[in-house]
């Protein structure tokens, strides 16, 4: 199978490194992603006061790129699709499978096709932060995978002030880079974290 999105990326954002460190503002969802040099390469902010979860996706100038929109109103556990702006056309599709404490996430193409999965490392952790609010400062981690299990990189919180974790790929295999960051944004922000 060919990548998901082409050799052109999505929106003509194409992330082709291993290595990306994500910065989320306290105060609202918006998210800025850096390379592994430092480089801003692709903001995104939550809509807010939606019927539908929205969430644009912008090149480090501004310009809308992409978006990911919830399927359905008020969703907990549903479908998210990602477009380029201007299309209405899905390139991905992220798939929340409903867990109480174990966040659980499917990258799928539009014909149903598992591509990826986005687990929580550790049920017991994330059933503590859902029951105790003051152990919500305590990192998060992610681990990426194949539909086989095979492991893609991993999505790592870090100690500090802001709200930073970093996005590690050693194998995407089908899916783009892009697609990976992109789907560690959007669940980041839809997992309230």
């Known amino acids: 199978m060919e990548d998901i999105t082409g050799e052109h990326g999505i929106g003509g954002i194409v992330l082709d490194g291993n290595e990306y460190t994500v910065e989320q503002s306290h105060f609202r969802n918006k998210y800025k992603v850096y390379d592994a040099d430092g480089n801003l390469v692709?903001?995104?902010?939550?809509?807010?006061?939606?019927?539908?979860?929205?969430?644009?996706f912008f090149d480090p100038d501004g310009n809308v790129v992409f978006r990911v929109k919830a399927k359905n109103i008020l969703d907990v556990a549903g479908d998210y699709v990602l477009t380029e702006e201007g299309s209405d056309e899905p390139i991905?599709?992220?798939?929340?499978?409903?867990?109480?404490?174990h966040h659980r996430w499917t990258i799928k193409r539009p014909d149903g096709t598992v591509i990826a999965e986005v687990a929580s490392r550790s049920a017991v952790l994330e059933a503590l932060r859902s029951l105790v609010d003051v152990l919500s400062f305590i990192p998060h981690k992610y681990s990426i995978t194949t539909s086989d299990g095979e492991p893609i990189?991993?999505?790592a919180g870090q100690f500090s002030i802001r709200d930073r974790y970093d996005i590690r790929i050693d194998n995407p295999?089908?899916?783009?880079?892009?697609?990976?960051v992109v789907g560690a944004v959007a669940i980041d922000a839809l997992e309230g974290n």
């Open 153 to 155: 990189g991993e999505i």
């Open 173 to 180: 295999g089908t899916i783009s880079n892009t697609a990976l």
């Open 92 to 101: 991905l599709v992220l798939s929340k499978n409903f867990t109480f404490f």
């Open 42 to 56: 692709l903001k995104s902010k939550q809509k807010m006061m939606k019927m539908k979860e929205e969430f644009p």
